[in-house]
């Protein structure tokens, strides 16, 4: 019989989504609530003293009242960054050609990729992260690496070879023969295999070839349940640079979509800078844009319409995009959130924010009946956040008038000090 764990705290559960509906419909707290874990899963969602009763051999952890929510899923991010965020004074294509491919060469040492991997989901686990969607580099082994770090972790892992076959160094450039090869060996060697999650990965359009776009197109094709990653109008500059190399493109997107790249398993992150038929079309086909508002900041790409986004019916996540992104933080990533919807006249509620960090983005990887709830037959991935982590968020919540103006103080000030624990497939992480 598996032995079984009673987690009791505040607990957080979805009902739907609060970005098309009302939130107070879809989402809940219970100040009185426990989770029960048999083995890697959750088993049962409900009220304390009615668990505990129901299950009195169960061994009891007791939060108080810390809030027990999904683990945060990080819908995109750049591992091989690392070891250079927070790298100074540069806009996106600067910063890749100063910064992110001299130390994405580094990768060719599998040690170094090993290394970067393990600190990598140590450091986003002390941030309550359980599952991202990440870059690897152009080099197979770095997809080994990030993949066999996560098995070892028990952790739902998305990521893929980054292929790239001009617009960068020559050190890392492949082909588009070498791009599909490696890919398809790797779908074959992990897809599927425990948690791991593979994602065809064209960095964007710029780094591709037509030819290279239109073999990983086709590879989606035939590999059509994996998931496909990559980049979409984050900067005017860049967006005027894909207008210049696809002159017969109808917009971004469209190179993408004339490649066999578009579809409801494509992550689109950024997506800053869109036409009116880039919305249209991404809404049409529930291509998925991927929110990275930390390295929208930091990079100085734009603030994302989120609001006007979500009425059109785009489905959306959240990322860091690591290292583009100036933290590991799901919850400094929140804030960034709400700071870039408010240039936009639609401030996004707690409520909101905690959904797009969890379930939001566990539904636009396709892994919402696995992870991102709080339900039963879920993996027990989860977060536990102390609501009084610092001095000054702890003075704000004691003037909260309700739990939610209470979690929007950790939301907006919160950082690792809030994760309290980690669970990852019903075991808790400690850090390494
Ligand atoms: N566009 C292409 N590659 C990247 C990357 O590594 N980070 C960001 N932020 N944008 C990109
Ligand atoms: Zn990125």
């Known amino acids: 019989m598996n032995t079984q764990t009673l987690l009791t705290g505040q607990t957080l559960t979805f009902h739907g989504d609060p970005l098309v509906q009302p939130w107070q419909d879809c989402v809940r707290i219970d100040s009185a609530g426990a989770v029960l874990l ?59 050609n100063t910064y992110t491919f001299p130390e994405e060469a580094r990768f060719a040492d599998p040690d170094y990729a090993r290394t970067i991997a393990g600190r990598y989901l140590d450091l986003t686990a002390a941030n309550g992260t359980t599952t991202v969607a990440s ?6 082994h770095s997809v080994d690496a990030l993949f066999e770090a996560a098995q070892m972790r028990g952790q739902c892992v998305v990521t893929g070879k980054t292929c790239m076959d001009r617009n960068a160094p020559d050190d890392l450039r492949d082909t588009v ?12 060697r992990w897809h599927g295999t425990g948690r791991a ?23 989606w094709g035939e590999h059509p349940d994996c998931l496909m990653q990559t980049h979409l109008s984050e900067q005017p500059d860049e967006v005027a640079w894909v207008a210049e190399l696809f002159p017969e493109a109808r917009d971004y997107l469209d190179t993408y979509e004339a490649h066999g790249l578009l579809g409801a398993r494509g992550l689109y992150g950024h997506a800053i800078h869109l036409t009116e038929r ?39 996540g959240l990322a860091t995009d690591t290292g583009g992104g100036s933290s590991f933080s799901m919850l400094r990533t929140m804030a960034a959130a709400y700071e870039a919807a408010q240039h936009h006249g639609g ?5 909101q924010l905690m959904w797009l960090a969890t379930a939001g983005s566990a539904r636009s990887l396709h892994l919402h009946d696995e992870i991102g709830h709080l339900n039963a037959g879920h993996y027990a991935d989860l977060a536990v956040l102390d609501l009084r ?44």
């Not at 593979?198 to 964007?204: H, K, L, N, V």
């Not at 401030?347 to 409520?351: K, M």
């Open 38 to 96: 048999a083995g890697s899963r959750i088993a049962a969602v409900g009220s304390a003293a009615a668990l505990k009763a129901a299950h009195p051999q169960a061994k009891v952890i007791s939060y108080g009242d810390d809030l027990i929510c999904p683990g945060f899923v990080d819908a995109h991010a750049h591992y091989p960054q690392t070891a250079m965020i927070a790298s100074w004074g540069k806009r996106l294509i600067d910063w890749l």
């Open 135 to 140: 870059f690897a580099t152009i080099h197979a």
């Open 177 to 188: 023969q070498t791009a599909y090869d490696d890919s398809k060996s790797l779908i074959g």
């Open 197 to 219: 999650q593979y994602a065809i990965t064209p960095r964007f359009s710029p780094t591709s070839t037509p030819e290279q776009l239109s073999a990983l197109g086709a590879l």
């Open 278 to 316: 880039e919305i249209d079309r991404l809404a049409e086909v529930q291509g998925r844009v991927i929110h990275c508002p930390t390295s929208n900041a930091f990079i100085g790409s734009g603030a994302l319409n989120l609001p006007q986004l979500a009425a059109r019916g785009v489905p959306l």
């Open 347 to 351: 401030p996004l509620h707690s409520a």
């Open 389 to 432: 982590s610092t001095p000054a968020i702890a003075q704000r919540a004691n003037r909260a008038d309700d739990v939610w103006e209470d979690v929007f103080a950790t939301v907006m000030m919160g950082d690792d000090r809030a994760v309290r624990a980690t669970w990852i497939g019903g075991a808790e992480i400690t850090a390494s």
